[in-house]
Every structure is written in C-alpha cells, then in structure tokens.
C-alpha cells in the first residue's frame, strides 16, 4: 500500500530551521505532485506547499511561509525535502506530505492522499 513517510519536525526556537523529508513507501515519487501541510491544534490541515511531478516543476507557497519555506525534489533518491527559515511560533503543527498524480490546481489537502503519520514541529522560546 502506498503511504508516505515523514520525518525531521524538532523543537526549535524562533528564528531557527529545520528541514522535513518526504519519503515514500512502495512507488516512486518522480511522477507525482507532492505536497506539505500542517495542522495545528484545532485547526484545520492547512496548504504549506506543492510541487507538481518533476516534468512540470510548478510550485506553490502559501502567504504566511513565502520567502521562508523552500520545497524541493531529488529524484534520483526519491525524497522531496521542505527547507524552513526564521520559523515562528505560529508554525508549529504536524507537518504532512501528500501525494498526487502529475501536477496539481490547488494545493489542498483533500486533494492529496498516501498520508503518513506525519512529524511534530514546534517553535517556542
């Protein structure tokens, strides 16, 4: 069965960084959109960013991480990688990737699928 695995959330102090991994379990992700989101708690499972299946390349942040948050691929070691700078107490939640086939329109949740367990991120002082 095809699922996702996510790994690198911490406990960091604002301003700090941190890098998520997206690694998948049974296929390959070079012909897959990936996304990332976060739920923090009481909240709903919010867009972070997506990136379409290499072939296209196209990429969405959302407003609250543009300029901080970077999402990469590398296919040749099937991993798709979240860089996150000067991270805020307002972005600590449980990070999740997701995945669809070829591109994407919107970079939502109910869009995506494989879930894993997703990985804790947490920003305080």
């Known amino acids: 069965q095809m699922h996702l695995v996510e790994s690198g959330g911490d406990l960091v102090q604002p301003g700090g960084s941190l890098r998520l991994s997206c690694q998948p379990s049974g296929f390959s992700l070079a012909y897959y959109a990936i996304g990332w989101f976060r739920q923090a708690p009481g909240k709903e499972r919010e867009g972070v960013s997506c990136i379409s299946a290499s072939s296209d390349g196209h990429t969405y942040y959302g407003n609250s991480v543009k300029g901080r948050f970077t999402i990469s691929r590398d296919n040749a070691n099937n991993m798709v990688y979240l860089q996150m700078n000067n991270l805020q107490p307002e972005d600590t939640g449980v990070y999740y990737c997701?995945?669809?086939?070829?591109?994407?329109?919107?970079?939502?949740?109910?869009?995506?699928?494989?879930w894993g367990q997703g990985t804790q991120v947490t920003v305080s002082s």
């Open positions: 997701g995945a669809r086939l070829g591109t994407f329109r919107l970079c939502a949740s109910s869009r995506f699928g494989s």
